[in-house]
């Protein structure tokens, strides 16, 4: 990582700011459905409108299924990740939210307090790559189809320190 001043740090060596970062349940789903979509829409421009109204009734069910934590302002959740007990399996962030730190915050949150090193993310979500890749992670393989079967490339990437 390169720090503001222009020299590199290791996440190791930074401290864990955690305030904000709260975990989340099922009373928050309609909230977090509504983030999912503002940022699938702002970020997955490979997706048609059938494609994002196939998962957005899909995406309550992951809901269920990983640890979720969020990032609140105001009374409203600004970000939200999803934890598998090895992998981040989601990390969504409102489009008005991108470029405030609350992406990296999380994920730093996943490193460093959770230990999970490893993250899924869609091929052609470009911004999305080149995010885990500045936060350090390589890709350590690649699928040609998502988990539903669907032709969206999914890399496969793991934070090397």
Same mark, same amino acid.
């Given at each position: 990582f390169r720090s503001t001043s222009g020299g590199f740090y290791f996440l190791k060596d930074m401290t864990m700011d955690k305030h904000g970062i709260e975990q989340i349940g099922e009373e928050t789903y309609?909230?977090?459905?509504? !983030?999912?979509? =503002?940022? !699938? =829409?702002a970020t997955h421009d490979f997706l048609s409108e059938a494609d994002i109204?196939?998962?957005?009734? =899909?995406i309550p069910e992951y809901f269920s299924q990983v640890r979720l934590y969020a990032i609140q302002y105001s009374g409203q959740v600004q970000a939200f990740m999803g934890l598998s007990d090895n992998k981040i399996e989601m990390l969504f962030v409102l489009p008005e939210s991108r470029g405030k730190g609350l992406g990296k915050k999380m994920v730093r949150y996943a490193l460093l307090e959770k230990n999970i090193m490893e993250v899924d993310v869609n091929e052609q979500n470009l911004q999305a790559c080149g995010f885990y890749e500045k936060m350090g992670f390589t890709v350590i393989s690649r699928d040609s189809v998502d988990g539903e079967g669907k032709p969206f490339p999914i890399l496969h990437l793991r934070y090397e320190e």
């Open positions: 309609d909230e977090i459905l509504y !983030v999912w979509e =503002r940022s !699938v =829409r109204a196939y998962y957005k009734l =899909r």
